[in-house]
């Protein structure tokens, strides 16, 4: 007999009584922590031989001791962040709790703005999935901030929401939840960043919740860069409503494991969606991208594409859902997902899922696995430029569409940054 | 500048295709060679920049850096462009996602490097580029897009014309840069190649046809065939090549 699950080991379940009944425990949020602790508990984590997770293993957390991010802790000045920038709308959390102080947006007057604790409701109005990574979320969230863009407003300035790890304390689990509410015809770029300062191993387990309404336009940009010890399980959700209009990008270039289950739905007709990423992997890092988008009702479009850089011995998943109800008539979508694997050794594994219960949709879906053409690599040598250094400009150009898709040169540039970092350590 | 020396080479696991070249190109020189398809004239200068599909199985290639004769087949393909060896290429490669500006500025300044003098910065290169660009009447625009994707067969050939404007090597090995050109990309191609010749460069021309020589006037004209250059001449040769084609030469070879 396969064991599909494993239980969860004590070490969680001292971890969850010890922060039980804390100051940011409001009825609902009590409740809902008290609930997913006790499925978890009861499901325990799965192994690979659960399909959803195949080739991605977290069994083994189960037996770690997880830690709350108490007790030493780098010293954080936004300021000197890489990706900090003064005049963004910045609200900073630092393991897994909102910074006021740190977060000048929050005064600004231009969002509205609350800490999860202070709600009076849940602000999410799905259940929590029964994922292993969306129950350890509500077991273990400690603190949020919900950020409301007003109907009508068109932001000028990017909203940089930065999720830091700064806690020293070995297995640091942090939680934060992320939600954003775009009212009617508003318009706004915001960046979701989990960045390391601490060279300690965390198990970073962020929820961000979107919501866009009617006619809303969103750029939403969720960066992963924690260092490359730790591991992270997050879970997305994206609604959009009629001709709501969400261009995310997700990149990842940080962590050991890194697990990303996102779901887009398309809940109102004219809605339109993409969902862009990229990835860089190397030593025996891992990184699996789980997608699904929802399309509920007619004429609704998304248009998906991820690109991933893998070295080393690194592994890379994509598995991309599309589903589409049997109302959902004039539905467009699309699906492609590409690597570009460097070394003999690493690996990829793509599985595209269309479910379509309509006859009249068009869906496609493409996947490529390749390697730096040789005839490219030649080109750029016979100019001067070294092996490595051509390799990685090709490499680097696999990605530039990707880059390019937000608009946004300020996120560019730091990915641009976070990428040369990881070349540079292959020179 | 260079000596090539009884040079025998193959592609990889494949037939022999070059049987014993021997040719010296000196500093000032243009030289050309002509032949008829598959005799083995662009497997010679893929050879000469180090193209990873061929292999050389017998004789050597020298040549000159700074008056010291160094070992060419010995390098590799970046350090001979360093050296000063460049190779215009009969089909230039698509690069997507890398702008030209991006890729040049890197060559530029690997060049740079290794002659030991100042890299550029993004800035005054692009100034340095937009120039040369219009000197071979390339627009602007294509600087800033992706090597060669989308360019037609006249722009790929301008745009090798503008690297080596740009890397000014001692030696430019062309590679059928004139076959596929119009009359006024011709011109252009070859002006870009006429500017580029001084005392301490040379050039060699790989080339199918006479007509790219009513621009560029080589010293010598070498005909290869089958793999072995059969007769050496002036330019008189080309003239009577285009007149009399390649049979003759057969059998006299």
Redesign the interface.
Known sequence: MKTRFVGLGEGYAALFNAQRGGVLDPPWLAGRRDDAFARLQQSGLPTRHVEEWKYTDISFLAGQTPAAPVGDAVAVDPARLPMWHEDDLNIVLVDGRLQQELSPALESGLLEWARLGDLGKNPETTPVAAHPAALLHAAFVHDGVLVRIPANAQLARRVHILLLHASLTPHALLAPWVAIFAGANSQARVVITAYSLSDAACLHLPRVMVSADSESNLAISQAQLLNTQSWQLATSRVELQRDAHVAHLEAGLGAALARHDLTAVLLESGARVELNGLYALDGKRHADFHTLIEHRQPNCSSRQVYKGILAGKAAGVFNGAVRVFPGASGTDGYQLNKALLMSREAQMFSKPELLIDNDDVKCSHGATIGQIN???L??????????A??RH??A??????IMFQQGDDRLRADLDGALDRYFAAHE | MLRIKKLKARVKDGPEILHGITLTVNAGEIHAIMGPNGSGKSTLARILAGHPDYEVTGGDVHFQVNGEWQDLLGMEPHERAKAGVFLAFQYPVDVAGVSNVTFLLAAYNAIRRARKEPEADAFEFRELLVEKAALIDLDPSYLDRAVNLDFSGGEKKRNEILQMAVLEPTLAVLDETDSGLDVDSLRIVAEGVNRLHAAHRAVLMITHYQRMLNYITPQFVHIMMDGRLVRSGDAQLAHEVENRGYDWLKETA
């Open positions: 040789p005839q490219e030649f080109y750029l040598q016979s100019r001067g430029i070294p092996e250094q051509a400009m090709l680097r150009g696999f990605v530039e569409d």
